[in-house]
């Protein structure tokens, strides 16, 4: 799938979609979740963590394709 999200914005938090480099990191912010998946981000609609930013673990972006499920650990499921 390709989602995007409609309210884009590039501040830190807030609007967009979420992304961390691995699922594990992306427990700090939904300890609760059960699946993860694997995503390309295009460069020029991503926001990249800033030095200033209170979570330089994620960035957001304004669409993704979705490739596959993965588990805790980032493997292919």
Excluded at 18 to 40: G, I, N
Aim: charge should be negative; aromatic fraction near 10%.
């Amino acid at each position: 799938s390709k989602p995007t999200s409609p309210d884009w914005n590039d501040y830190e938090c807030g609007s967009g979609l979420h992304f961390s480099p691995a699922p594990l990191m992306a427990l700090e912010f939904a300890p609760d979740a059960k699946h993860f998946v694997a995503c390309r981000i295009r460069l020029d609609e991503m926001r990249t963590p800033q030095q200033s930013d209170e979570y330089p673990q994620k960035c957001k972006a304004k669409s993704c394709e979705v490739f596959y499920e993965v588990d805790r650990k980032g493997n292919k499921i």
